[in-house]
Every structure is written in structure tokens, then in C-alpha cells.
């Protein structure tokens, strides 16, 4: 939603806005973050009066510089969900992608960094195959979900060795932006309570 806000807002006049918003080839990147919490926080932090934070601009930084924060910020959420299940005993080695951005490549690869994981992307119809093999599970033709085939993948993104110690800094500040920014969100509230 946020990196779909984003597109909307500096390309408004286009179908696509998202065809000529990813140059994602700077590497390092611009210490940029973004909190996406433009509806609220969901998973993990579950603050529906949270909002989002644009944190690092300077003179120089350019609308796609902002747009791969965005991506980014997609990153760091699921790298704090995958933490919070790892010490839930729960580990996976396969995060598949769905959706407009796991279609680009480069969008998909600066994903893979910032989450620190390898993201597969699958075709746009996982939804529909997703619930036509679970009904398969409920009428008996496959076993569980364990006995189910693999999604089929477009392509995969493996976290690039060379920018992990960067992408790491990036991901400890991210974690501690919430709750830095949870007072000003209270006071913003508050104040809209008001007029």
C-alpha cells in the first residue's frame, strides 16, 4: 500500500506508475528509511494509529532514491516478522514474493537485501492456486500441507554478500524508529482528536 501511494503521488498522470520508478542500480544506496505505516501497523507492532516516516532526506535525493526506501521498508518488515518467528522456534528457508513489485527484478533483489532472506517470485495467480490446493487438501486428494508441489518460481533474489553489513545497520535502525516515532504518532493523534 505505501509503495502504491508513493507511485500514485509522483506519477499520477501515468497507467503504470511503477514502469519508471525503480532505479535501484546505486549501490550502497542513500541511508534513507521509510516507516510504511500509512493505515497503521499490522504484523508485529499492531498499532492501527501508527504512521509512516520518511527519515534520512537531504538535497540530493531523488524520487527513485525514495521509492527503493520504499522497497526497502518491505524488506525490514518481513526480516523483524522472520526474527520474531525464528525465536518462536519457527524457521523457513523459502520466502515466496507475490504482487506488482516481485515482478522487477531490481525491486525484488534490494527486497532480498534489506530482509537479508532469498525471495522467490511466483506467478500473479498464488492467490487462486493457493486456495484451489488447499480445497485439494479438503477433498482428499492430497495428504496435507506438507504433501503440496511447490509454487512454480519466476525468479529468485539472493541477498548480495557485499552489502550485508550494510543492509544489517539498516535494518537495526529500522527496528528502532517505532518506537522512537510512537510518541509524536500519540501527540499527531491527539491533536487531530482536537480540532
Known sequence: WALDWFASLV??????????LFDLTATPPPALLVLPYLAGSGTLDNDPLARGAL?????ETTTAQVARAFVEASGYELA??????????????D????????????ALQARADAAAVRLRAVTK??????????AAIGVGVHDGVSALPAPPVLHDAEPEPEHA??????RETFGSLYPLLRTVNDSF???????
Not at 527519515?55 to 538535497?59: A, E, I, N, V
Not at 520466502?95 to 531490481?106: F, L
Not at 553489513?165 to 539498516?170: G, K
Request: glycine residues 10%; aromatic residues 6%.
Open 11 to 20: 506519477h499520477h498522470d501515468r497507467v503504470d506508475p511503477w514502469a519508471s
Open 55 to 59: 527519515l534520512g532526506l537531504t538535497l
Open 80 to 93: 523483524k516478522i522472520r526474527a520474531a518467528l525464528a525465536e518462536r522456534g519457527i524457521a523457513g528457508t
Open 95 to 106: 520466502v515466496y514474493a507475490v504482487g506488482g513489485g516481485s515482478a522487477n527484478p531490481s
Open 125 to 134: 495467480e498464488a492467490s487462486t492456486r493457493g486456495a484451489a490446493l488447499l
Open 165 to 170: 553489513a550494510w543492509y544489517a545497520r539498516q
Open 189 to 195: 493523534t491527539a491533536l487531530e482528536e482536537t480540532a
